[in-house]
């Protein structure tokens, strides 16, 4: 029984207009939900809900199937319901400046304290250099002074009363301090002083070394006076500057008595004033008033150092914050440290310490591009080490990796507790859980987005509503049923599946979008079925130009390509060309040669390298078939040669194996294939035939060289019956398969094929394995008998030359013998399959 043609209704699936209930799509509510991603939603749900260490996100799929705006949509929702993480200030380290300390405070509190601790500046600048204008203070400072000058002064007199006792006469001179020996109050002259006896002499000398002693020990006494003094006055100034400050200290650690690392800065703080009282006080200055308060964010300013550095502010955050780096470069992920060039060097401080989205996503989420990051420097281990430590430490890669020797700031590391959610294709978390095997332990969690869907009624209805809400969204026409229909209908051609119904968002949304395009430039005010087609045979039409040229270069003969007529060892095959984003399929004349030989098949195409592997696969399998169902009992006997014609690319895939057996078994056989019929399919080592893809775009690229050609009536492709629930064609292949003019064929196994091609029945094996004479299979076990035969007979040996092959034989054995150890170097020119 001849095998039929598909009916025209098997192919295409119109999608049913009457189970939608709207008439247009402005009728439908906004879609809300996530629908067809529940796998991806599920995982979603419990990455976010374990709270342990490791459990970050991974989600994976293609591109364009709305990965980012789903994640971003249900981490919004999700970090709504959570409280508001902490805000984060950096503030000077007084005893240690190049690690400044961070604080962390309840979100909009990090305001809060700048502003207060810069109000607090501002009152003890002007505080303190009151309170030392004061009456009081500068009686204290007086009475030290008078004291300090009393102690000496009486110190003197005391020695000089004693020296007065010994008649002598303490002087103070501009040289310094002189003592002189006296007679009746009177000092006694040098010429005097001669004239007295040496004991007398010596007497006085004695006494005046005796006070010298004393005046020395006085004059190094002084500066341990003026120390005294100077430490009381100090402790005056401690005292006035502690009775301006203390007050308003006290009041902030009032105010932050909840954060213990607030209290002990402020207690950093107000020993830091006592410090340097001499600066709040402003003596160098003339004018009377301090300087106004912006001064203290001068980069030269004294008082920067009192100021806070806000890093992570949370003031108007509600709920958890949601964060997507568009560039995660290792400085946008951990922070940085600026600097600021005075006097010709580079500089920098607490203030200028800069957070990176790890800092900002803290307490919430973050998400990450995985290709960006990896393709970022130090970025991937940046983010590993700090999801390691939980805690993110700023360094710079000149720091960690000793490139710079430039003095830089340690700040306190900041501790981490957020969700990392990495994006990316599926062959991306595949290799990182490969060949990373820290990976597996910081990303835990997999949400695999799906790339298609049930086409069902349910899925047709929120289809419906998802492009009423794009529509909505970007203020276009609404849809009416017959145009969400088409659209759908497009959704299942793009996953080669009727059943089934695509998940990639962007596109989807790009046909809407042009579809109302169109549909304005029609003058109408809905988008019909009409209009989505003209947006589809436009987007076709704009990258087609490749297309129409091969196209044009079959009918003018340069490439060649029969759609009539019988022709032996020859069949059209159907390959598709992926440019990305368009597909279209090329007939390719597929051509065997066989002769007698020791059972090789030649891939021609593997031979130059232009072979790829799944295709080397194919011609394998069609060799073990031909050995294993017609070469049971005999040795496959032939030499055979595969080549596609006019092939100047790389080849590969399997669709083509059922093209390439049933040229090789028509020259086997010598009987002619039908060339007004295209075929593709792959076969496995039984005969069956197994589905491929691409099998739209290779009916209607066969269909289209023969409608410029002119329609026969008996022109067609030949498909796997495993591919019929895949064909969504377009309207000119159905029109002409209804008409009768152009026809689709489904099979199972390569007799089915060999059937259609040469019209002759395929045959199937008796008992002893032995074919119907009048079966294409007899010619073909037939012929390969006769070449297993003809095989034989040329290795029969002649009775002439049987003493000569003795003797070389011979011969031969002795020059094993000699070369026993020699190695044997066999070469081939021939590849075996």
């Known amino acids: ?30 879609l809300e939900e996530f629908f067809g991603q529940d796998r991806a939603l599920e995982a979603l ?136 020996p006296t007679k009746n109050d009177k000092v006694i002259q040098d010429k005097e002083f001669n004239k007295l006896s040496d004991e007398e002499q010596k007497a006085i000398q004695d006494k005046i070394d005796a006070l010298q002693q004393k005046l020395s020990t006085l004059i190094r006494q002084q500066p341990t006076w003026q120390r005294e003094a100077r430490k009381k006055v100090k402790k005056l100034n401690a005292e006035v500057a502690l009775l301006a400050s203390g007050g ?53 300013s004294f008082f920067r150092r009192y100021d806070v550095n806000i890093f992570v502010d949370h003031s108007d955050t509600t709920g958890a914050p949601v964060v997507y780096e568009d560039s995660p470069q290792y400085q946008n992920l951990v922070g940085r440290i600026e600097y600021f060039s005075q006097m010709g060097t580079l500089q920098t ?4 310490i800069k957070p990176g989205a790890l800092h900002t996503a803290n307490g919430g989420y973050l998400i990450l591009d ?32 000793s490139m710079v020797n430039t003095v830089s700031l340690e700040p306190e590391a900041t501790p981490l507790n957020l969700k990392v959610v990495l994006v990316g294709e599926r062959m991306l978390y595949y290799l990182l859980q490969d060949y990373d095997p820290e990976f597996a332990e910081l990303f835990k969690v997999a949400a695999d987005f799906e790339s298609e869907i049930d086409r069902t009624d349910e899925n047709n209805q929120l289809y419906a509503q998802l492009i009423g809400t794009i529509a909505q969204k970007e203020d276009l026409l609404p849809f009416d049923r017959s145009g969400v229909a088409r659209i759908i209908e497009h959704s299942s051609r793009l996953v080669e599946d009727t059943a089934k119904l695509s998940t990639h968002i962007l596109t989807m949304a790009d046909l809407i979008r042009e579809s109302d395009y169109w549909a304005k ?65 090329q007939p390719s004349r597929v051509t065997a040669n066989v002769s007698l030989g020791e059972g090789d098949i ?42 596609f014609e006019q092939s100047y690319g790389e080849i590969d895939g399997d669709s083509a194996t059922i093209t390439e057996l049933c040229a090789l078994l028509s020259a086997i056989a010598n009987v002619p294939l039908r060339q007004d019929l295209a ?22 690229g066969f269909f289209d060289i023969c409608q410029t050609r002119g329609l026969s009536g008996t022109q067609g492709v030949i498909i796997p019956e495993k591919n019929v629930n895949d064909l969504m064609l377009k309207q000119a292949v159905r029109d002409a398969a209804a008409e009768g003019k152009f026809h689709i064929y489904a099979v199972t196994t390569v007799d089915d094929v060999t059937a259609l091609l040469t019209g002759m029945p395929a045959g199937e094996a008796d008992a002893q394995g032995k074919f119907p004479e009048e079966s294409f299979n007899h010619n073909v076990a037939a012929r390969l008998a006769e070449l297993a035969e003809l095989r034989h007979e040329f290795g029969k040996p002649s009775s002439d030359s049987d003493s000569d092959d003795k003797e070389e034989k011979s011969e031969d054995a002795e020059d094993s013998e000699e070369n026993d150890d020699a190695p044997t170097i066999r070469l081939s020119n021939k590849t075996s399959l």
């Open 521 to 585: 430039q029609a003058g109408r005010t809905i988008v019909a079925s009409d209009d989505v087609q003209s947006a589809i045979d436009k987007q076709i039409h704009r990258v087609s130009r490749l297309r129409d040229q091969i196209h044009e270069q079959i009918e003018r003969g340069s490439i060649l390509i029969d759609t009539a007529g019988s022709t032996v060892g020859q069949i059209n095959a159907l390959s598709v060309i992926d440019l990305g984003n368009f597909a279209f399929a």
């Open 602 to 643: 030649v891939n021609i195409e593997r031979e130059v390298e232009l072979s790829g592997a799944i295709h080397s696969k194919g011609v394998m399998i069609l060799a073990s078939y031909l050995g294993t169902r017609y070469s049971k009992n005999q040795p496959l006997s032939l030499s055979a040669s595969l080549a």
């Open 349 to 352: 401080d607490f203030a200028l």
């Open 1 to 30: 029984m001849s095998l039929k043609s598909l009916p025209v209704e098997k192919l295409y699936q119109y999608c049913d207009l009457t189970t939608f209930r709207f008439e247009s799509t402005a009728e439908l509510a906004p």
């Open 370 to 401: 995985a290709a960006k990051i990896l393709n970022e420097p130090y970025a991937w281990e940046g983010l590993k080490r700090a999801l390691y430590a939980q805690e993110v430490r700023i360094q710079s890669l000149g720091q960690i990796y």
């Open 248 to 300: 308003l200290i006290d009041d902030l650690k009032k105010k932050y008595a909840d954060f213990p690392e607030a209290i002990t800065y402020f207690e950093a703080v107000q020993q830091d004033v006592l410090d340097h009282i001499k600066e709040f006080r402003g003596q160098e200055q003339e004018e009377a008033v301090p300087p106004p308060l912006p001064s203290m964010m001068d980069t030269g």
């Open 679 to 700: 075929i593709t399919g792959s076969v496995d080592q039984h005969g069956q035939i197994q589905p491929i893809g691409g099998v739209n775009e290779k009916i209607e």
């Open 45 to 180: 749900n419990f990455g976010v809900g374990i709270k342990q260490k490791g459990f970050n996100l991974f989600v994976l799929g293609p591109t364009g199937v709305g990965k980012h705006t789903l994640v971003k949509k249900f981490l919004k929702q999700e970090a709504s319901k959570q409280a508001t993480p902490s805000d984060w200030c950096y503030v000077n380290n007084f005893a240690k400046a190049h690690k400044p300390q961070v604080l962390k405070l309840t979100a909009g509190k990090g305001r809060e304290l700048r502003q207060d601790m810069r109000q607090l500046i501002e009152d003890l600048r002007t505080g303190i250099s009151v309170a030392f204008e004061a009456k009081a203070y500068h009686e204290h400072v007086l009475e030290i002074e008078d004291h300090l000058k009393n102690q000496v002064e009486e110190a003197f007199t005391r020695l000089a009363e004693e020296a007065t006792t010994q008649e002598i006469q303490l002087a103070r001179t501009a040289s310094g301090f002189i003592f002189s």
